[in-house]
């Protein structure tokens, strides 16, 4: 049976049926359940004679044990010791401990400490937190909201009937909220024959939902302040693996799209960004992935009193994120001199300047280290750079943009050739590598001057094909224009210049 869990924009309830996406993929043994994600929802199978709420259990608690195991760090074992416990099952603790000489002092406590792993962020909480009184009660009841979850996927109501309808859920605004909680306290079946001073009600707390009524949270504008919760089953267990996802990854940073396919990409992609050469990598699958407007960026920080914290940092534009992954690539492609030691250093220089949106900063680096000494390298790097500098010009409104563009690379083509006109001179490569140090120095007068200079000494008197190059704007663009037009057009003379002659048609 097919199952379609819909996503609804809701920050905390997509990062969990995103986590959930995670969780099932690493049970999928078998390749039966076969989750799926799309643009606005989940979809997964649920194989017959497969056991899916132990499956879900078990692994909650190994990722639970995990994450207790590297909050380990406090009791300062060695790193080696802390990777071995992380990769052992949980039975192996006593064992590694005592291999690795811990103190029995230290054992004693550790191994206290692991027979009390509850959910993270949920303390108070009298079903899932320490006020469950024991693990086994927490357990039971996480066993119990496994079971309503399922039932209420594959749309078995007689369970879920036992709790009671409620008012619609206020998150996903879809299912109906029970009236009374799970409880280890007495059987649910009960529940009936039981006077109604001894139910346990379910009330909309902080215990039930983390952020429902706290500062800087995503809940804040729902929250309808009813004695009765508004939440249901589905988005609590969602809430759940929102918290454990936290625990787990501890990222700082939470993403969010129209679309929950990027949307998991981007969150694995912010998850490495330490790492920029990965970064790319990812904008890559997520560029396949089609385009989706808007990225939120939501920073995450706890609070002791209030739990965890969302705050929206940033909204990335879906084209920005495209321009960066194509300079980042030319970057890749640009041929550094081979002298040049610290190569990766610099490449990787240039893709953080790209990333905080330095592309003038980039630019320069790259004319910086263009490589005098070759003329088919500096040929090929002046291409790039032409490259580089119009696709920083996308960042301008489209209409003066696409104006601009075809105007630049228009006249791009006649300095192309006006460079190419000389390109039987003698000692061309030399003259490359001085235009390239003007275009470094920032001298346009000289470049100016240079350049009439060159036009009035090698060219013929009289002759028609050489007079006809010459560029009618020569003297504003190369004093007067843009930055990057200035430097696009010299890109061009100078590329024209060390490409071997052709016959010149404009
Ligand atoms: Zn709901």
Redesign the pocket.
Known sequence: MQINILKNGELV?DTGILYFYRMLREIDEDNRIQPKLHRNHLSFEMPAEFDMKKALFTQIVTELYRAFVRDLIVEKLSDDLLNKLEVAPKEHLIELLEAAKVSPDKIKKIVAKSQKIYFPYLRNSGKFGANAGTVANFHQNLKELLQLFLDSLLKQREHLELYGEGSN???????T?PLYDITHKYAIETIEKMKPNKRIVRTDSKYLYTFKGSENNTFSNYGRVNQYSS??????FFNLLFLLYVKVEKPQYLVMTDSLEITYLLQRKIQMKKNVYTTQAFYYQVAGLGRSSKVRLYRITTDANQGILLQTEEIIEYERLKVQLILMDLVDKFSFPDQLKNRNELINQLKKHILNDNYDGAYRLLLDNIGIDDETRLAHNYKLLGNFITETMNSLEIRRKETMMNEMKNRGKIYWHFGNSFSRIENKKNLGFRLTQLLRSDNRTRMHEDLLHLYFTTTEKGNDESFSNFPNWLAEDILCSSTKEYHYYVGQIIQGLLTVKKENKI
Do not use: Y
Request: some cysteine; hydrophobic content about 25%.
């Open positions: 309830r859920c206020s998150v996903c605004q879809e299912n909220a939440v249901c089953f589905e988005c609590e």
